[in-house]
């Protein structure tokens, strides 16, 4: 499968506790992005990576969030100190060309519960 | 800011109905306009896309025409099948931006 794979696709935890998601995009594609999904709401933007470089935070991305993107590969989403509140489906994305003319590749997502 | 509108769901049809999901925007400028699609048990796909006014996105039967002049991009189909049962979100990037803009999402169920 060479389409983008997040894992894990689910994960429970305590409040309080630190969460990390992986996702890894499909190999030949340089940007790669991460959302976030709610019960009956769509998709919204969190954070955009080119290459290793981190272009731009939503506002949505508060402290407690952190994402990484080493070499240019892989990327991790980290959530500290977890509140009820993160409990969410977390997407990642990945594509060759810029978000207005071209096509984003979405993961299968990893849902978050915070208990 | 930027937003989109489409129309709440569930939205239930019988096989070979005449389809419309309606979907209306805000954004600065002139943004580019798409349709994205989530199967069960799949993440979302690019189902087709517009990125100037008058365009017309088309892929697997569905339609949508990018109006300015009504700031819409309307999803349509002629004849629905069972497997076209999915959530269907509309969606925008503004020039220069990042990130896609969503929209809720409309849950379309064919009956057969």
């Known amino acids: 499968d060479t389409g983008v794979s997040q894992n894990p696709r689910h994960k429970i935890t305590k409040r309080g506790q630190n969460v990390t998601f992986r996702c890894d995009p499909i190999?030949?594609?340089?940007?790669l992005y991460w959302y976030r999904q709610t019960l009956g709401q769509g998709p919204e933007f969190l954070t955009y990576?080119?290459?290793?470089?981190?272009?731009?935070k939503s506002r949505l991305l508060s402290d407690r969030f952190s994402a990484e993107r080493p070499k240019g590969s892989f990327s991790t989403l980290e959530i500290q100190r977890t509140e009820q509140g993160d409990s969410a489906m977390y997407l990642c994305?990945?594509?060759?060309?810029?978000?207005?003319?071209?096509?984003?590749?979405f993961g299968e997502g990893s849902r978050l519960t915070v208990l | 800011g930027n937003s989109v509108t489409q129309m709440e769901g569930p939205v239930t049809l019988s096989e070979e109905a005449f389809l419309t999901i309606n979907c209306t925007y805000t954004a600065t400028g002139y943004p580019s306009l798409f349709w994205y699609v989530q199967y069960p048990g799949e993440g979302l796909q690019l189902l087709l896309k517009?990125?100037?006014?008058?365009d017309k996105g088309s892929n697997k039967g569905f339609e949508a025409t990018y109006r300015k002049e009504t700031t819409s991009f309307h999803l349509e189909k002629g004849s629905v099948q069972v497997s076209d049962s999915a959530v269907y979100f509309c969606a925008l990037s503004s020039r220069g931006a990042d990130g896609l803009t969503f929209g809720k999402g409309t849950h379309l169920i064919i009956q057969p």
């Open positions: 517009a990125t100037k006014a008058d």
């Open positions: 994305a990945s594509s060759t060309d810029r978000v207005n003319t071209g096509e984003l590749f």
């Open positions: 990576f080119q290459n290793e470089a981190q272009l731009e």
């Open positions: 190999s030949e594609h340089n940007r």
